[in-house]
């Protein structure tokens, strides 16, 4: 049974992500593979100069398109992709729909979009992440069939062109010409069809490139603005709190019994240093002696600052540092080993906290029967330094 229960963990964690990857990928080669030949004979015959008379050969580029999307899009999928699931939706039904317009009508072809738009509707809920990957893959795709649209439109329109378009070649630079709106006017368009297909081809290019840069570069600029807001709005709402210093085993079981009592905890961790904190948890990284960081993690308006490092030296330093900052916030110094008690106290930290000493003297306790009360433990527990 336990086989069966890692089975299932796996099948919760990447099982409907990849079927859903693997659907996409099977339905793009099956909508792909009848176009091979065709498409292989267009591509040879636009090489000639008499690739004009060859355009309508091209036409297989519509049905190989999806399957291409598709392809590219079971990559975004298995990241939980939100965009990648909208464009597989999409390229699932016009794949479908391709495949029953007759004389190709394709009962694999259809049966496994099919397969695919169930699966990706069923499991809608798991495609919830915002990808850079996707979106990337999204511009390819957009500005693949753009540059597809220019070029075969050029090609289709040439003789309305002055000088006609009549080869791959002076379509393409012509497509890339007029979408990048730049005009040398060395291609004229003269009849009303190639003007107003040149018409199309600039306000499509415009769209495309506005749309695309827009979900690549959009929550690159968005996401940097947003953690700079947060890293200034959490400055300004750490009042009232509790700051600990440190990422041992003692700062993290400190921190966490605060979460649990509802109070605000800022975390200050040394650079390079391994943090053992979620990433939900309020850590400032930076040097805990320097002053620019204690104004960060809001030392001058914390409650008190617990100072549980590893090491006793920089306890102690780090206390001097939140006193000459702000001497009026407690300082709980921790006291790793019992050797340093005294050297600890001569910088005057409000209270000492020695594990070592507290959890041996209730362990001698316990051994010869003696009363345990609260006036005890807080003996123990905190040493004040006067």
């Known amino acids: ?17 990849a079927l ?7 339905s793009g ?108 893959l999204f511009t390819l795709l957009s500005v693949g069939s753009l540059m597809l649209y220019g070029t075969l439109g050029s090609l289709w329109f040439g003789d309305g062109y002055t000088p006609p378009i009549r080869d791959l070649g002076t379509a393409l630079y012509y497509a890339v010409e007029t979408m990048s709106t730049v005009g040398y006017g060395d291609i004229v368009p003269r009849t009303l069809h190639a003007r107003m297909f040149t018409v199309s081809l600039i306000v499509l290019g415009i769209t495309v490139f506005a749309t695309t840069l827009s979900v690549v570069i959009g929550p690159l600029v968005g996401g940097s603005i947003k953690r700079a807001l947060e890293g200034r709005m959490q400055k300004q709402q750490r009042r009232n709190h509790y700051v600990i210093f440190g990422a041992s085993s003692l700062a993290y079981t400190a921190w966490r019994a605060l979460q649990q009592r509802g109070v605000p905890v800022t975390v200050v961790v040394a650079a390079g240093q391994q943090s053992p904190f979620p990433p939900d948890a309020d850590v400032v990284v930076g040097d805990a002696t ?63 906290f020695a594990p070592q000493v507290l959890g041996s003297d209730l362990l001698v306790r316990s051994l010869f029967d003696e009363p345990i009360d609260n006036e005890t433990v807080s003996r123990l527990l905190f040493a004040h330094s006067d």
Not at 54 to 76: K, T, Y
Not at 321 to 329: D, H, I, Q, R, S
Request: glycine letters at 6%; charged letters at 15%; hydrophobic letters at 55%.
């Open 290 to 352: 320097r002053n620019e960081v204690l104004e960060q993690a809001g030392v001058p308006h914390a409650r008190a600052v617990l100072t549980l490092r590893d090491d006793d030296a920089e306890n102690a330093f780090a206390v001097l540092a939140v006193k000459e900052l702000a001497p009026t916030v407690k300082t709980i110094a921790g006291v790793n080993d019992a050797r340093h008690l005294a050297k600890i106290r001569r910088v005057q930290p409000d209270m000492l």
């Open 1 to 17: 049974m336990r086989w069966l229960g890692r089975l299932r963990g796996t099948w919760n964690a990447h099982g409907p992500q």
């Open 29 to 136: 080669a099956l909508v792909m593979r009848p176009q091979f030949a065709s498409l292989g004979g267009s591509l040879h015959a636009l090489a000639s100069s008499a690739a004009v008379l060859r355009v309508a050969d091209l036409m297989v580029l519509p049905r190989a398109l999806p399957g291409l999307g598709l392809v590219l899009m079971s990559f975004g999928l298995l990241t939980r992709a939100r965009l990648a699931w909208v464009i597989s939706l999409l390229l699932g039904l016009l794949a479908a729909g391709l495949a029953l317009v007759p004389p190709a009508r394709e009962p694999a072809v259809l049966a496994s979009c099919l397969a695919l738009l169930a699966a990706l509707l069923v499991f809608a809920r798991r495609f919830d992440r915002s990808s850079v990957a996707a979106g990337s």
């Open 20 to 26: 859903a990857a693997l659907l996409s990928a099977l």
